[in-house]
């Protein structure tokens, strides 16, 4: 009974011992060729829409005085010679003008008689001199106060282009120091854009280089844009490198003060590119298998510009090899493989 038991159990081990290799199990994949291609790299920041420079008017006044009416409010559009404002003069402003006229008066009635004097040998050359120099110096006196406008009671300032009221500091009715700003105008469509950069970032980056600008909301089509400046300090409120972009083309959907997205496009740098697919990504980090011999093999990458179906990666790769970019989830390292029929 006992060498019976025994033969049966040789008879049913017999299958097993004699099946064919090929019968281990294998995944059903897709492959493509490995390529070192260029690609470019985007960095992608953030900002605000302000005037051109060049393209701003501040209005104040070199004299106090007082805000009698304010026609405008901030980030109205205006066209050219449409009324501002009206300013009145500080009435202590004008006295000293009016007080320097007189000094004028006086000093120019003063050398007449001192020339009439000095005919007839009765005043010295030092006294014509001095009578002279007074109306030369009330003159100049009146001069720059003339200048400053202070002998204009009401003065109303109009827009001396097509714009738009990018700022008001004041109120109706205020009364302002002289040279205190009232309002800046910054004209319609010269607009540029201020992006904030990390400051590592800031050697990559090069005057020139091509910027795409769009609002952080809707979805209104980007603007073609240049770099134009890097600035060389960090800004000390958001502890970023500010870069000014001059904004070209249509700008229409752009407004001073709007907060806009910028990516700018860096250099292309030549890199091994996969479809997307290809890569995977575990506790270990990102890895895809290439195939050696009809088998898996994992080979952990570095990934770097990843666009919407490609990414460039780096890592000990094979270029004679093909990469899984299909089944790579089923796949474990050294697994058989498969390619399905195209």
């Not at 159990?9 to 260029?38: H, W």
């Not at 910028?262 to 890199?271: F, K, M, Q, V």
């Given at each position: 009974?006992?060498?019976?038991?025994?033969?049966?159990?040789?008879?049913?081990?017999?299958?097993?011992?004699?099946?064919?290799?090929?019968?281990?199990?294998?995944?059903?994949?897709?492959?493509?060729?490995?390529?070192?291609?260029?690609?470019?790299e985007r960095l992608t920041a953030y900002g605000s829409v302000m005037p051109a420079t060049g393209a701003t008017e501040n209005i104040s006044f070199p004299r106090a005085g007082q805000i009698a009416r304010l026609y405008v409010v901030a980030g109205q559009v205006v066209k050219r010679n449409q009324a501002l404002l009206e300013f009145v003069t500080d009435p202590n402003a004008a006295a000293l003008y009016r007080q320097t006229e007189t000094t004028e008066v006086f000093a120019r009635s003063e050398l007449k008689r001192v020339e009439d004097l000095a005919a007839h040998q009765l005043a010295t050359q030092t006294q014509l001199a001095a009578a002279r120099k007074a109306l030369q110096d009330a003159q100049a006196n009146l001069a720059a106060q003339t200048g400053i406008g202070a002998g204009v009671g009401t003065q109303r300032v109009s827009a001396s282009f097509d714009g738009v009221v990018s700022?008001?500091?004041?109120?109706?009715?205020?009364?302002?120091?002289?040279?205190?700003?009232?309002?800046?105008?910054?004209?319609?469509?010269?607009?540029?854009?201020?992006?904030?950069?990390?400051?590592?970032d800031i050697a990559r980056l090069r005057v020139g280089m091509t910027v795409e600008i769009a609002s952080v909301f809707g979805n209104q089509a980007a603007v073609?844009?240049?770099?134009?400046?890097?600035?060389?300090?960090?800004?000390?409120?958001?502890?970023?490198?500010?870069?000014?972009?001059?904004?070209?083309g249509a700008t229409s959907s752009l407004l001073?003060?709007?907060?806009?997205?910028?990516?700018?496009?860096?250099?292309?740098?030549?890199?091994?590119?996969?479809?997307?697919s290809a890569v995977l990504r575990d506790e270990q980090g990102s890895f895809l298998f290439q195939i050696r011999n009809g088998h898996a093999r994992r080979v952990p990458v570095t990934v770097g510009v990843e666009r919407e179906t490609s990414a460039a990666v780096s890592g000990a790769l094979d270029s004679a090899l093909k990469v899984v970019v299909s089944g790579n989830y089923e796949l474990q390292d050294g697994m058989m493989v498969r390619e399905a029929k195209p």
């Open positions: 009974m006992q060498i019976l038991f025994a033969l049966l159990f040789m008879i049913l081990m017999l299958p097993a011992a004699g099946a064919p290799e090929n019968a281990a199990p294998s995944v059903l994949i897709k492959s493509d060729t490995l390529r070192r291609q260029p690609i470019g700022q008001l500091a004041v109120q109706q009715g205020d009364r302002l120091l002289p040279g205190a700003l009232i309002m800046q105008l910054a004209k319609v469509g010269k607009l540029r854009a201020t992006l904030g950069i990390e400051p590592e073609a844009s240049r770099l134009l400046q890097i600035h060389g300090v960090i800004n000390p409120l958001t502890r970023l490198v500010d870069v000014d972009v001059e904004l070209q001073p003060g709007m907060q806009i997205r910028g990516t700018i496009a860096l250099d292309n740098r030549e890199s091994w590119v996969v479809p997307r």
